[in-house]
């Protein structure tokens, strides 16, 4: 008995161990942290799509036309509200939140649908979105014959044609009013386009040309010349400036010129209270009917709509119009980051570990730029603010533009600061993908090549810079990703809400360094949480942050397919 216990103490021992040694070869063949790997990038790439499929689904609506709503607004104890609505969203609230609110709402259901309506008409109503309760929007239809306008100013409006005038006469009513309206609105269109090519172009060239000239003339008399004692000098900037000056009221005029023709004509609308609007179409973007739109002419109006928002100018406190500039100021921005911290960046990393005595000096420095990754942002934006913006800019202005001060040119924020600024807060990143990429190239091929009569600097050009190329391209991959989404550092060193001029023109010098920009990432800031028109702006931020996340998205595919292009061509020198 007691040996047969004994055995069977021995043999679970062995069932114990041979288990235990089975899970030890498993733990040890990598196999479970490969599927730990796979499961934490599928879920990564969940939480991506997720994301995304957000920003569409919030995002896109913005542009699609929705219908209008006309119904009878009832409120228990009040006289009948007619209304002319796009409803927008929906909700449920509880009866009693509705009933703290003050809304005479009875207490035999739990909760309420609530409806986010645009009603446009903000001159009439004063407001453009309301919160209505479903239960009370009665007697609802949608009239094929409802127009909303686009305006330039004061939002949309919902209401009905009733006649178009000329020169203040009735020229066509109701229907016809609308066919020749159509037509109209394109005409308007191409008279706008002309109105601003001459204000963006001729006007603001003579306008450059005299402000040059009038720094030419405070040039001289920094200098201690007056036009008495130096005509010589003076005469001809004053001739030219008469001549700038006669050719920008000849401008001028043929501006005011195009003003008046847009101004003949207005559209005679009546809302759906009945108070009646004389909109100018010089005032309107387009007019359209969403009621009596087909599928595809919906489909048609979201393209233009999206074509619009990346190709024109915000407006109304950025809840209107495009992002164009913005998206220009980005990608400038970020090309320019991009010039000046890769040489930077390489140059650092090869005297690192090429040429630098690798000692306790040189162990410091890494430690030191590993830190300098983990800084705060924002620590950047206020030395690039004080250093680059106050320093620099306030040296430059005093050595090359006295003539401009005490405003200042290069002494205030503008994108060139804000690229350098990124480029300091890149730098780590650049410099450390660089020196690993030059650690895993074999010394065999230092040592080949400079074995065969080459020079260490032929060796570091010929050899060892184009295989860690495609590291250093990883580094700046990584610079774009994170540079492009910043925004705290850049509104201190050269963003703003609205950048009257782009910095590139068809003014000399053409690349203005100097000028502040829009920015993606600060724009979406700016519409989230400083709009004073919440609900107008909420779908915007989900478009912006979609767009800048394809912009990113972009800018790292290029430098991915260049990534791609060097691997391969020098795939065979590496092995």
């Known amino acids: 008995m007691r040996a047969t216990a004994a055995q069977s103490q021995e043999s679970g021992r062995a069932l114990v161990g041979g288990a235990g040694s089975r899970l030890d070869r498993y733990l040890r063949s990598g196999e479970p942290y490969i599927w730990a790997t796979a499961a934490a990038i599928s879920l990564a790439f969940l939480i991506t799509a997720g994301l995304l499929l957000l920003l569409v689904s919030r995002g896109l609506p913005h542009f699609w036309p929705a219908e209008l709503v006309q119904a009878v607004y009832a409120v228990p104890g009040q006289a009948p509200q007619p209304l002319l609505v796009e409803i927008r969203d929906h909700e449920a609230v509880t009866t009693r939140r509705l009933q703290d609110a003050g809304l005479p709402v009875a207490a035999t259901q739990p909760s309420y649908e609530r409806l986010l309506v645009k009603t446009g008409n903000r001159e009439l109503g004063g407001v453009d979105f309301r919160y209505l309760l479903a239960d009370w929007l009665q007697q609802r239809s949608l009239p094929a014959d409802a127009s909303v306008f686009e305006r330039l100013e004061w939002g949309n409006?919902?209401?009905y044609v009733l006649a178009l005038k000329r020169d203040g006469q009735v020229v066509a009513s109701g229907e016809q009013a609308w066919v020749e309206y159509q037509a109209l609105q394109q005409r308007i269109d191409a008279l706008r386009a002309q109105r601003r090519a001459l204000e963006k172009g001729a006007i603001a060239s003579v306008n450059g040309q005299l402000e040059r000239l009038r720094l030419a003339m405070r040039h001289l008399e920094l200098e201690g010349r007056t036009a008495q004692d130096s005509p010589g000098a003076f005469a001809p900037l004053m001739q030219r400036r008469?001549?700038?000056?006669?050719?920008?009221?000849?401008?001028?005029?043929?501006?005011?010129?195009?003003?008046?023709?847009?101004?003949?004509?207005?559209?005679?609308?009546?809302?759906?209270?009945?108070?009646?609007?004389?909109?100018?179409?010089?005032?309107?973007?387009?007019?359209?009917?969403?009621?009596?739109?087909?599928?595809?002419?919906?489909?048609?109006?979201?393209?233009?709509k999206l074509v619009e928002f990346v190709s024109t100018e915000p407006r109304e406190s950025n809840t209107e119009g495009g992002i164009f500039p913005a998206i220009f100021g980005t990608v400038l921005m970020v090309i320019l980051m991009s010039v000046i911290v890769t040489p930077f960046g390489i140059l650092a990393a090869l005297y690192l570990h090429e040429y630098a005595r690798q000692g306790a000096l040189t162990r410091t420095i890494r430690i030191a730029v590993n830190n300098l990754a983990g800084v705060p942002s924002i620590v950047f934006g206020m030395f690039g603010l004080g250093f680059f913006v106050y320093f620099v800019g306030g040296q430059l202005d005093q050595w090359f533009y006295r003539e401009g001060l005490p405003s200042p040119t290069f002494g205030t924020p503008g994108i060139l600061w804000a690229s350098l600024t990124l480029a300091l807060l890149t730098l780590p990143v650049v410099i450390v993908a660089t020196e690993e990429g030059l650690s895993r190239i074999p010394g065999s091929l230092r040592e080949a090549s400079m074995a065969l009569g080459a020079t260490q600097a032929e060796t570091l050009l010929k050899i060892v810079l184009p295989i860690a190329s495609p590291a250093m391209m990883t580094g700046l991959i990584l610079a774009v990703a994170r540079a492009a989404g910043e925004v705290a550092p850049l509104m201190l060193v050269g963003v703003i809400k609205l950048a009257p001029t782009?910095?590139?023109?068809?003014?000399?010098?053409?690349?203005?360094?100097e000028r502040k920009f829009?920015?993606?990432?600060?724009?979406?800031?700016?519409?989230?949480?400083?709009?004073?028109?919440?609900?107008?702006?909420?779908?915007?931020?989900?478009?912006?942050?979609?767009?800048?996340?394809?912009?990113?998205?972009?800018?790292?595919?290029?430098?991915?397919a260049v990534r791609s292009r060097l691997r391969e061509r020098f795939r065979m020198l590496d092995h």
């Open 157 to 159: 409006f919902h209401g």
């Open 518 to 560: 829009m920015h993606l990432g600060f724009h979406i800031y700016d519409v989230g949480f400083q709009s004073p028109n919440v609900e107008a702006a909420r779908p915007l931020v989900y478009a912006t942050s979609l767009l800048l996340v394809a912009v990113i998205l972009s800018l790292n595919l290029a430098a991915i």
């Open 502 to 513: 782009l910095p590139i023109d068809g003014s000399f010098p053409f690349l203005h360094l």
């Open 242 to 304: 008469e001549q700038q000056q006669a050719q920008y009221q000849s401008l001028r005029a043929q501006l005011a010129a195009l003003d008046a023709e847009m101004a003949r004509e207005t559209l005679l609308v009546r809302a759906v209270s009945g108070q009646q609007r004389e909109l100018p179409l010089a005032t309107l973007l387009r007019g359209y009917r969403p009621n009596g739109m087909s599928f595809t002419g919906k489909l048609r109006f979201l393209g233009a």
